[in-house]
């Protein structure tokens, strides 16, 4: 699409407001900020009555900086709320999941009911295997129904789940299981992707190599492959939770119980267990579920098209949408599975209504080309959404003509594994929409963007967002490290949290995000820190020193380019360079994930450095970035410099 079209467009046709038909029949009405303005406490305590509880809470907030406890005196099952429920109340025959698979063709279907006795069953195997209270599991699975029952009893239970994305490295599980101290693990033998099997269960061999504390590992036959087998320690899951009765009567756990545990990239090497408990995030989780996606359970067919391996698919695949019990998606494959037309196969074919995806995502499918799209009936579609990243705008146009059909309004949704749910968000029908801003902070929230020394900024300013109000979803704690839990989020403003991202008011006073500001990278939504890649990198013999950086990149966001000296053993020096860092390309996949894959590795005798010794980050991203190099007066050596400039121009990036 040429440029000038774009800007014409964005001049043109910058704002978007819904039909007044959309904005009648919105869940949300203007009203709600002002509601829930007047008294934020008392206006999420109304909506924690979402939650089906045991006992009902009669006390709303206790806040003792960092410590938040919500509704600490109530008592319920989270997978009651989720589940039974919409059974007792007559909702069974609902379908909760539509599942379709990598490969055409095979799908299942799954109703709240169904869901119900599957829950009940895996619950009780987990029972069997001696599962109890506060356990933690790690979760390492694919896209399929049974990653979802195993959460749900693992909640159950009382019990924590830590669920790692399957593309992680068996390091990365096995690093994520110690932490935790994790004593079971539910796996599948393997994952479909665009019909090839690889394996999962091997890597949690792996892992557990060292993990000790391991007692039991429950796996899902999904791809056949073999698999090598522990007696006593591995179960299939279809030995073991088939057996089992449909019913478990659920016991209620306090409002702040524990509920889950989710690793995720901080600036040091070691990834952060954010842990997140039970009714407040679950109540958040529904509410802005309800009012961003404005679902309407009865007809609404929404698709999340995330991983349960992140946040995304916690927050929005599993526990919101199951407590307003709406009918889903479960899609197990790749956006191109089976061809580059499979999202809209599968739209128009489940009449999907909803839709929840990431810009890189976006920018993958408008690369393939409005063609595509355009042979299929996507009229269904009401509502679409996005996360992860910023949003460009080119992205955003295209979403809302090619997709949303000019229709459909587009929530841009802004949040963080930490703060559990959407934080800032236009409302459907409410808010009018900007393409690439969030907007303004939802109702309950408050949040500001601040310059360095804590103050607010003006209109037309940037600066840093933070969070100033607590709020029932946010993160308790990271898993055994309360310091760096202040440190991390409550130290650099105090009495505010810091989220980490720079964010700018525009003359209207709306929210832009612009992106972090600390060491954490973005890759395609991923959340990655520079110094982990730096450690992977480092791991291997033949590198000396390394830094890394987050260029910034067409389709995925950003991608990592990382500065590597070499220590040549004799061996290596006889390897050319580009089989040197293809062998360091893989080793960072093998050692983190594929996600974490530098899409470039520069190989350069120095690494610019101050005269104190740190590496000019900044100084790399802009050679990465081809940017002219600004003030270098403070390196140590500035023909370091030249030289890596010189390495740039003349290396070949890689496109994989
Ligand atoms: C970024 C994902 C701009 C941001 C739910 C944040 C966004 C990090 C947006 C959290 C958005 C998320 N616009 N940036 N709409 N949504 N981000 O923990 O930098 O995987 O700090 O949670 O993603 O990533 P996380």
């Known amino acids: 699409m040429p440029e000038a079209k774009i800007e014409a467009w964005l001049e043109e046709d910058r704002e978007f407001t819904p039909s007044a038909a959309f904005s009648a029949q919105a869940n949300a009405q203007p009203s709600i900020y002002e509601e829930a303005g007047a008294d934020p406490v008392a206006w999420w305590r109304e909506q924690a009555d979402r939650l089906t509880w045991t006992t009902t809470p009669t006390k709303s907030l206790e806040w003792d900086l960092p410590n938040a406890k919500w509704f600490a005196d109530g ?64 979760v390492y699975m694919p896209m399929i129904p049974e990653a979802i029952f195993a959460m749900l009893a693992i909640v159950r239970l009382g019990a924590i789940h830590s669920v ?15 932490d935790s101290n ?9 994952a479909f992707r665009r019909g090839t099997a690889s394996p ?125 019990g709406v009918t889903q998606i479960l899609y197990e494959g790749l956006p191109d599975s089976g061809g580059r037309d499979r999202w809209w196969k599968i739209i128009s074919g489940y009449k999907a209504t909803i839709l929840y995806t990431a810009p890189t995502t976006i920018r993958t499918l408008m690369k393939w080309g409005h063609q595509i799209p355009e042979e299929y009936d996507l009229t269904s579609l009401r509502l679409l959404g996005t996360v992860g990243e910023p949003i460009n705008p080119e992205a955003w146009m295209w979403y809302r003509k090619n997709i949303g059909g000019d229709r459909c309004p587009i929530v841009d949704t802004w949040w963080q594994t930490e703060t559990g749910a959407i934080l800032c968000s236009p409302l459907p029908g409410v ?19 601040v310059d360095d020394a804590g103050n607010p900024v003006g209109h037309g300013e940037g600066g840093y967002l933070v969070v100033t109000q607590p709020w029932p979803a946010m993160i308790r704690g990271i898993w055994g490290d309360p310091d760096r839990f202040f440190d991390t989020y409550w130290s650099r403003f105090p009495g505010k949290y810091f989220a980490g991202d720079g964010a700018k008011l525009d003359a209207e006073g709306d929210l832009w995000l612009l992106g972090r500001v600390d060491d954490v990278m973005n890759i395609s939504g991923h959340r990655l820190s520079t110094t982990e890649v730096e450690h992977a990198l480092v791991g291997h013999r033949a590198v000396a020193e390394a830094a890394v950086v987050g260029a910034s990149d067409e389709t995925t966001g950003q991608a990592i380019v990382a500065f590597v000296t ?17 062998e360091l390309r893989a080793h960072v996949a093998s050692t983190i994930s594929p996600i974490a894959k530098p899409r470039e590795i520069i190989l350069t005798p120095d690494l610019p450095k101050t005269r104190s010794g740190k590496i000019m980050r900044r100084l790399l991203r802009d050679v990465a970035e081809n940017r002219s190099l600004g003030d270098v007066t403070t390196l140590t050596d500035p023909t370091v410099v030249n030289m890596i400039t010189g390495l740039m121009d003349t290396h070949a990036s890689s496109d994989d």
């Not at 909760?96 to 895996?122: K, M, N, P």
């Not at 949690?204 to 796996?219: G, I, R, T």
């Not at 899951?237 to 409002?255: G, L, T, Y």
């Not at 070499?566 to 293809?582: F, M, R, T, Y």
Request: with cysteine; hydrophobic share 40%.
């Open 431 to 449: 808010t009018s929409t900007k393409p690439g801003a969030a907007m303004r902070a939802l109702p309950g929230i408050s949040t500001a963007v």
């Open 75 to 138: 008592t319920l099952n989270a997978s009651v709320s989720c589940v039974d429920v919409h059974v007792s109340e007559g909702r069974g025959g609902r379908v909760a999941f539509h599942w379709v698979a990598d490969a055409e063709g095979e799908s299942r279907t799954i109703t709240y009911h169904e869901l119900h006795r599957q829950v009940c069953r895996t619950a009780n195997a987990l029972i069997e295997l001696g599962v109890t209270k506060g356990d933690r599991i790690a």
């Open 200 to 324: 999962l269960k091997a890597a949690v061999d792996e892992a557990l190599k060292s993990c000790p504390n391991v007692s039991a590992v429950l796996v899902v036959k999904r791809t056949e492959s073999d698999v090598e087998w522990v007696p006593g320690r591995d179960h299939w899951w279809h030995d073991i939770v088939e057996r089992q009765s449909d019913v478990h009567e659920p016991e209620a756990f306090p409002a702040e119980t524990p509920l889950f545990i989710m690793y995720t990239s901080g600036t040091t090497a070691k990834p952060k267990g954010i842990f997140h408990t039970t009714a407040g995030y679950l109540t958040q989780a529904a509410t802005t579920y309800y009012n961003v996606f404005d679902v309407k359970p009865e007809t609404d067919v929404c698709w999340t098209a995330a991983d349960i391996g992140w946040i995304t698919g916690h927050s929005y695949i599993v526990y919101g949408p199951l407590i307003n």
């Open 566 to 582: 070499l220590k040549l053993s004799a061996e290596d020096a006889e390897k050319d360079h580009a089989a040197l860092i293809e």
């Open 164 to 178: 790692v994305f399957g593309g992680f490295s068996a390091e990365a599980l096995g690093s994520r299981i110690l």
């Open 182 to 190: 994790c004593r079971f693990v539910v796996t599948a033998d393997g």
